[in-house]
């Protein structure tokens, strides 16, 4: 029997990254080449790393977390640490140390002051008990080519292949510009960019390299063509990994262009917004298929913080009550006052409108997620008519959206 006191908890450095990367590789049953070890060391911060190591110092655990800016309703930005390599070797499963390696991340969060940390899950049941909530349901979206016309008859502009080279001087731009229209979306630092555009041929599974299409100034798209010869005809695959467009004439040229590629016979789709566009753009959407998904996964760290972070649409005054067993310091009631689009977030010793545990208010508070259907589900407790109001209270233009696999 493994004796989960004999594990420890500590600091990684770079000699001691591959080691890290390997044990967490491991458990996912992910590549250990040199040339993935490279392209991981591209995006890692080290320093933020926190390895479990047992008796004999080897590697039992893994964790860290990337120092993201995350993009909130009204087009501000707030800090989050983004919970990443999270793994723990199949014979020290269950002994907790993943809740030793999480409070671990959150104390280094605090001293970061970052009001937020995300992640995104493996599975769904893990992240709940500390306080995450899914804040930003997504569309996977497979469209057959033959039923792809769109509605667009406005003129479209002229579509550009872009070498891979010239990548970082133009897609990272847009990207930045479109980001901040959606909450959930975090930046995309550079080494990001890099990792994006080295695209290893041995990490495509099948498919070719990652093409750029840009509509200049306007939108980008990046996918692949996945080949099909099927019984002679061609029926590729594309598959579209980022599509962000700055107007809706760009939106339309961008997907009309993925959709037409050459010796394709559908196209597939992810991490896409619930509120896409190309579903009123399709002539005939009952023809695609629309996936329900999950993407981001929010805790709120400093909830006052959190809550005064991000802007507001309309004015309004609420009471929660929330319940937050890791983090004494978010429970208890809240009073959040919106005023001018900007909300306080005090103490209170008032009676709720709502009852609700931390990760209830992380799951809506992007507006991606309904109060109203929280309290259908009994995760918010209190009047319907009550979580109604803070529907309206946390409304936002466009749905949230997380385009950042970490
Ligand atoms: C998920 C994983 C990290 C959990 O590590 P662990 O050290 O076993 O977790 P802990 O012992 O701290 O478990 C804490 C609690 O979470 C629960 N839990 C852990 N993994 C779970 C899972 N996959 N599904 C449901 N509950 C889970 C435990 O049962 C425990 O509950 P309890 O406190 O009520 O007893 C580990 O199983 C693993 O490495 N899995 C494969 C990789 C992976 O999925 N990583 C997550 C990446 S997002």
């Given amino acids: 029997m493994i004796d989960p006191d004999t594990v420890t908890l500590g600091r990684v450095d770079d000699d001691g990254f591959p080691a890290f990367r390997r044990a967490f590789a491991a458990t996912f049953g992910f590549d250990h080449s040199d040339e993935e070890l490279e392209r991981s060391r591209r995006v890692a911060e080290v320093d933020r790393l926190v390895a479990a190591r047992d008796a004999d110092g080897r590697i039992v ?23 990443t390599v ?13 809740t030793r390696m999480m409070e671990q991340l959150f104390a280094d969060a605090d001293d970061r002051r970052e009001p937020f940390a995300a992640l995104w899950a493996s599975e769904s049941p893990i992240y709940g008990r500390y306080g995450f909530g899914p804040a930003v349901p997504t569309l996977n979206v497979t469209i057959e080519r033959q039923h792809g016309a769109l509605h667009h008859d406005g003129p479209v502009g002229e579509v550009e292949l872009l070498d891979p080279d010239a990548v970082t001087d133009t897609l990272p731009d847009l990207h930045e510009a479109a980001r901040r229209q959606r909450g959930g979306t975090m930046t995309r630092p550079d080494g990001w960019w890099r990792r994006l555009v080295a695209d290893p041929s041995d990490a495509r599974d099948g498919a070719g390299p990652l093409r750029y299409a840009l509509l200049p100034g306007r939108g980008f798209a990046t996918y692949r063509l996945k080949p099909d010869w099927g019984t002679g005809a061609p029926v590729g695959m594309v598959q579209l990994e980022d599509l962000v467009a700055l107007d809706p004439g760009a939106t339309a040229a961008l997907w009309r262009f993925v959709i037409d590629t050459d010796l394709s016979a559908k196209l597939e789709a992810i991490r896409r917004p619930v509120d896409d566009p190309i579903v009123p753009l399709l002539i005939d959407p009952t023809r695609a298929t629309f996936r329900y998904g999950w993407s981001l996964w929010l805790r709120l760290l400093d909830l006052p913080a959190a809550v005064a972070a991000r802007r507001y649409l309309v004015d309004g ?16 009631r809240w009073r959040i006052e919106v005023t001018d689009g900007t909300a306080r977030c005090e103490r209170t010793d008032a009676a709720p409108d709502l009852m609700m545990d931390t990760s209830g208010l992380a799951t809506v508070l992007l507006g991606g997620v309904r109060a109203t259907q929280l309290h259908l589900a009994s995760q918010v407790h209190g009047e319907l008519a ?3 109001a803070l529907d309206r209270l946390f409304a936002v233009d466009l749905a949230p959206n997380s385009d950042l696999m970490f």
């Fill in 386 to 388: 009550a979580a109604a």
């Fill in 317 to 332: 005054t609420i009471v929660l009550e929330v319940s937050d067993e890791l983090r004494p310091a978010n429970a208890g």
């Fill in 61 to 83: 655990g893994t964790s860290g977390a990337y120092t993201f800016g995350m993009s909130l309703p009204g087009g501000v930005d707030a800090s989050c640490a983004g919970i």
């Fill in 86 to 98: 999270v793994s723990v070797r199949a014979d020290h499963r269950r002994r907790g140390l993943l």
